[in-house]
C-alpha cells in the first residue's frame, strides 16, 4: 500500500499539469489516443521478455514517440487535423496492442498490460514513475511559458520567431513518458483517467494555467489517496477505484466550482433576471 500510494502520487503530480495544456489545445481526448498508442510496444516489450519492466518500458516509449510523431506530421502535411489523425493512429494502435499480447499471454496479462497493478509495485517500477515525474515537472517549468503561448495563440509564438513546433513536440514526449511510466500504475487504459479528471476538475475553480496546474495534482493525489482507501475497505481493484473518486471530483466540481460551474451559471442567470426585472419595473 505504502509503494502503491507514492506510484500513484507521483505519477498524479506529472499527469494533472499536462491534462491541463491539453484542456488548453481542446485535445482532451488525446491523451486517451497516446494512452492507446504505446500498447503495441508494451505488448512487443512483453513478447520479448515476458512481464519485465525495462522492456515493456522501452517498447512503449519507442511506439509512443514513433505514433506522435507520425500524428504530427501527417497533420502538418495534409490537410486532415491533428486530432483525427491520431484517432485513425490511435485505434490502429490499440488492435495491434491486443493482437500482440493475445499471441503469447493470457487474459490475465492483458489485464495486467491494460489496468496496471498499483498494488503490485516493486521498487524499479516506482523509481521509474518518480523519475520520470520529475523530468516532467523540471522541463514544464522550463518551457511553460512558452507552451501556454503555444496552447493559446501559436500564431504569435511563429511571429515572433519562437519555435512553436519544437515546443509541441516536447510536449509529445513528455506526455509520452509520463504515459509509459504511468501504465505499470494504472494500466494503458486507466492512465489518461488520472491525467485528465483532475485538470478537468481544476478548470471550474482556478482561471489560470499556473494555479490549475497545481490544483490538478492537488485533485489527482487526493484521488489517488482516497481511492486506495476505497479499494481496501471495500475490497474492490484499486486502478479503477483510484479513476472513479477523480470522476467524483469531477462532478462536484461541475456542479459547484466558481468558474462555470452549474451552481454559479444559475447564480448569475437568477441575477440577470433580477436586474432585467428591475428594469422593466
Known amino acids: 500500500m505504502r509503494r502503491a500510494l507514492a506510484g500513484a502520487l507521483a505519477l498524479a503530480f506529472a499527469a494533472g499539469p499536462l491534462g491541463v495544456f491539453l484542456v488548453l489545445r481542446r485535445m482532451s481526448l488525446m491523451g486517451d489516443a497516446m494512452a492507446h498508442a ?17 522492456a ?16 504530427g506530421a501527417v497533420a502538418r502535411l495534409t490537410p486532415q487535423r491533428e486530432d483525427a489523425s491520431f484517432a485513425a493512429f490511435y485505434l490502429v494502435s490499440l488492435g495491434l496492442g491486443v493482437l500482440l499480447v493475445s499471441l503469447r499471454g493470457s487474459n490475465m496479462d492483458l489485464l495486467h498490460v491494460l489496468f496496471g497493478t498499483v498494488l503490485g509495485l516493486d521498487n524499479a517500477a516506482l523509481l521509474l514513475v518518480t523519475s520520470s515525474s520529475s523530468i516532467t515537472l523540471l522541463c514544464l517549468a522550463a518551457i511553460f511559458r512558452p507552451l501556454v503561448l503555444e ?14 513546433a519544437a515546443i509541441h513536440m516536447a510536449f509529445l514526449v513528455l506526455m509520452v513518458l509520463t504515459m509509459v511510466a504511468g501504465f505499470q500504475v ?4 486507466m492512465v489518461v ?11 471550474f475553480w482556478a482561471g489560470t494555467a499556473g494555479r490549475q496546474m497545481m490544483l490538478s495534482s492537488v485533485i489527482g493525489s487526493l484521488a489517488s489517496y482516497l481511492g486506495l482507501l476505497v479499494s481496501f ?3 474492490v481493484p484499486a486502478s479503477p477505484a483510484i ?8 462532478f462536484l466540481s461541475v456542479c459547484l466550482g466558481p468558474y462555470g460551474g452549474l451552481v454559479q451559471a444559475a447564480r448569475k442567470a437568477r441575477d440577470r433576471r433580477e436586474r432585467l ?3 422593466q419595473g
Open 56 to 71: 515493456m518500458t522501452v517498447g512503449g516509449l519507442i511506439t509512443g514517440l514513433v505514433v506522435a510523431l507520425l500524428a
Open 186 to 189: 494504472l494500466g494503458t487504459l
Open 193 to 203: 483517467g488520472i491525467m485528465m479528471l483532475p485538470a478537468t476538475a481544476a478548470r
Open 151 to 164: 496552447c493559446v495563440d501559436p500564431q504569435y509564438l511563429r511571429s515572433r520567431g519562437a519555435a512553436g
Open 243 to 250: 479513476i472513479l473518486v477523480a470522476g467524483v471530483f469531477y
Open 277 to 279: 426585472g428591475r428594469i
Open 38 to 54: 504505446i500498447l503495441p510496444g508494451v505488448a512487443a516489450g512483453f513478447l520479448v521478455a515476458g512481464l519485465s519492466l525495462g
Open 233 to 235: 475497505h471495500a475490497n
